[in-house]
């Protein structure tokens, strides 16, 4: 990326604060007058920030506020996932400028050039960078996909393809969780500096991260998303990765009832009936996977991110569930938060984790050797 650490800290400071003068810039950032000054102007070239109307002075010289501009550049958003790929489109100031776009793909060995398609057709001038996501986990060395729930039959695929539709827009990917926590960070300034757990779970879906200081922990034994194959002594259908009893299947319409829809499925998990026996078995081994998770990593604070989590019932059982399995002590400390969003799959929190990788420094992300090209100006 041709964006460094002092236009980062600039950038940053926009995003978190709002309007700044470049001489409260120079305060924030600790960066000299004449530095503030010269990012300014590069960041400015490139049409990230855009100055507005002078305020009134009050002696000397009239202050200029800056703000990320909201309409020159965009980030395009993509996601790789069972059975489909999906666009989407943020502005520097968080707005989503093109809602998602959807096209389901059969063959999973057309995933990544129906995503091209996808990107190359709505890839414009005004594109500064692309973001990808997929499920599973990714060798950042080579941009290979090692192992992935959107194409299990499928080995060491290369993401490198995704470049051919991007003409020269720089693209980094990341695995879903890892964007995830992008989109956490970003929109959750007062809680980034705390040590985060962010589990998401959908039908048939389930993975974690640890967010530490605001980035996804790849060193971490739930940096590749293993809590989604946790295994239980339980009959349920065979997972992608060859085993049965994994939670990710647990939690599923499948283990509901081998006729239970999606529909379904969702319609009793949001009423959370405890009168449902199945249910209350299901909910018992999630109950169990999160806590025993919590206990072992042990973190501040817990996401709990699913489009679930916006069910009372259920989150109230969820919540209350975890919170009864923790270690005594340890109990009293953890806070647990909901995070009603739908995370795998998400073109827009792609979007949002390639926004935070502008935001942030150091943020580990696979960039394909060959998309190093330099952005275009702005004019």
Known sequence: MIIDASQRAILRALWFNGQLSRSELHDLTGMTPNA????????QRLGLVKELEPKPSTGGRPQIPLILDPSSRRILGISIEP??????????????TLAPISKAVQQESRLLPAATRLAKAYCARRTFMAAASITGLIDHATGSILLSSSAPHQSHLNTSVL????DDVPLIIANDLHAAAGRWAVTHRSQIQQDTLLIA???????????????PNHGCIMGANELGH?????????????Q??????????AFLGPAITSAEF??????????????????NLLVMAFSNTVNFVRPSRLVLASRFMAGEAFADRLTGGIRAALLPHFSERVTIDAWNIKVSGSAESAAWFGLATLLFDSWEAYSPPSATAQQTPVT
């Open 201 to 215: 779970f959908d039908d048939g879906r389930m993975g974690a991260v640890m967010v530490i200081n605001g980035r």
């Open 36 to 43: 503030v000054g010269n990012e300014i102007s590069q960041l």
């Open 266 to 283: 969702s319609r009793r998990v949001e009423t959370a009936d405890v009168h449902d026996n199945k249910f209350t078995e299901m909910l």
């Open 230 to 242: 946790t295994r239980f002594p339980v009959n349920t259908p065979l997972c992608f990765c060859g």
């Open 244 to 253: 049965t009893g994994c939670m990710e299947r647990i939690f599923s319409s």
């Open 163 to 166: 470049l051919k539709g991007l």
């Open 83 to 96: 059975g489909q790929v999906e666009i989407a489109e943020l502005g520097l100031n968080g707005e989503l």
